[in-house]
């Protein structure tokens, strides 16, 4: 036997293979939490142009009425999400419990005695099959997380390309 190594997609297969609902339930939470974060930021800057052009008495009071339950809105959403999340990971880890333990229980079944009555061996086995569903789910919430965060470093960026370009030539003009 080989040893293999398992990183962030077989942790995905085999998440979505023993359960299918929970996993996807946490990556369209964790892809949706992760465009938000830049479509907030455009949300906020629009409730604080609309509040100055209102105090200025050049605006109205709808659009910033509207940013408020918008910024309301995500608010309630993060919080219920969260929630999701850790019904969808409890899912997710009585699923793997309950497939993956057996599996681990056969494997070890099938190992030489002489190999159990060492104790460097059974401690070996105890520390690879010991916490196999916390070990898969620390990886998929490793690579949701990673997910998540590029999608959130590419929004925020692709705002700052598209509103705020103007800004670098400036920038490069006053420091040159």
Same mark, same amino acid.
């Given at each position: ?40 930021? #455009? ?5 604080? @142009? ?19 339950? #918008? ?17 969808? @990971? ?32 059974? @401690? ?53």
């Amino acid at each position: 036997m080989q040893p293999q190594k398992y990183g962030v997609t077989h942790a995905v297969k085999i998440c979505f293979r023993h359960a299918p609902g929970a996993t996807f339930t946490k990556f369209v939470i964790e892809l949706v939490n992760g465009a938000l974060v830049p479509l907030m930021v #455009l949300v906020v800057a629009s409730f604080i @142009d609309n509040a100055l052009a209102f105090v200025n008495e050049n605006g109205r009071i709808m659009p910033i009425i509207i940013a408020i339950a #918008l910024m309301a809105g995500y608010y309630a959403y993060s919080q219920i999400s969260q929630i999701v999340i850790r019904i969808a @990971d409890k899912a997710l880890e009585n699923a793997l419990r309950e497939k993956l333990r057996p599996q681990l229980v056969r494997k070890q079944s099938c190992v030489s005695y002489a190999l159990l009555e060492s104790a460097e061996t059974m @401690d070996l086995i105890t520390l690879v099959c010991g916490n196999t569903e916390g070990q898969m789910m620390a990886i998929l919430n490793t690579g949701t997380n990673i997910i998540r965060l590029a999608i959130q470093a590419f929004g925020t960026l692709y705002l700052l390309a598209t509103h705020i370009w103007w800004m670098l030539p400036l920038f490069i003009v006053r420091h040159c």
